[in-house]
């Protein structure tokens, strides 16, 4: 299902924390169905060890209709000189009637990752989903337009990242429900949005913590809408 892809974009929201274990719970909405699941943050770092998770779970109607469909990334690598580096990278899928997981080694001397301990992935990429947006602010990606993580476009690792100007407040207070302090906007290439770039309004606070995400949808039964609980 569409939204439980969504949610994994809510790692954004902890982009500058600076606490050694933090974790956040979003629900989600779709339209006039109201909420339909949730997703849930964890990071520890320990000794320049890191650990982040995120983990999405639909509910009500969307657990009936997606056969309790539920997803799971995980990263674990080390931090140096202020940006994270992956060393695995787990993704994981299970319903009420199947389990699949996909894990990926990293070597960054060699610039491959390995596949399920097996094969070769197709390309090397220095960051995975999850590392990227704590590693965008670092002076090493500032001036970035665009941004190449594992996770992200199937074929090449896209993602897009931008920060809302002035030209972008009058679209915004339609969408958004709370008081803006900075919004970022972010696309990725993926099949599965209802365009072939998915767009998401993320609404920072003045720590840089999300306190909602906004995702035009398509489809006649609306939009999806995310924030903190």
Same mark, same amino acid.
């Given at each position: ?38 997703? +849930?943050?964890?990071?520890? !770092?320990?000794?320049? #060890? =890191? ?8 509910? %009500?109607? *969307? ?67 999850? +590392?990227?947006?704590?590693? !965008?602010?670092?002076? #090493? =990606? ?8 594992? %996770?992200? *476009? ?76």
């Amino acid at each position: 299902m569409r939204y439980i892809k969504i949610l994994f974009f809510l790692i954004f929201l902890a982009t500058h924390l600076q606490a050694k274990a933090q974790s956040a719970t979003y629900e989600i909405s779709y339209g006039f169905f109201g909420a339909i699941g949730e997703a +849930t943050f964890f990071k520890e !770092i320990v000794d320049n #060890h =890191y650990t982040i998770r995120v983990s999405a779970k639909p509910y %009500g109607f *969307a657990k009936k209709l997606s056969g309790n469909h539920q997803e799971f990334l995980t990263s674990k690598g080390i931090i140096k000189n202020q940006i994270y580096i992956p060393h695995t990278y787990t993704k994981e899928v299970k319903t009420n009637s199947k389990y699949k997981q996909n894990s990926y080694t990293f070597n960054h001397k060699q610039k491959s990752i390995i596949k399920n301990g097996k094969k070769r992935h197709h390309f090397y990429l220095p960051n995975d989903l999850l +590392t990227l947006y704590f590693n !965008i602010h670092h002076p #090493h =990606y500032r001036d970035a337009k665009r941004f190449y993580a594992l %996770g992200g *476009a199937t074929k090449t690792g896209k993602v897009s990242v931008r920060f809302s100007t002035s030209q972008d407040k009058t679209e915004l207070k339609k969408m958004l429900k709370l008081p803006m302090d900075k919004v970022v906007f972010v696309k990725v290439w993926q099949s599965f949005f209802s365009m072939q770039l998915g767009e998401m309004m993320i609404n920072l606070d003045k720590k840089h913590f999300p306190k909602e995400i906004y995702m035009k949808d398509a489809i006649v039964f609306g939009d999806i809408y995310a924030k903190l609980k």
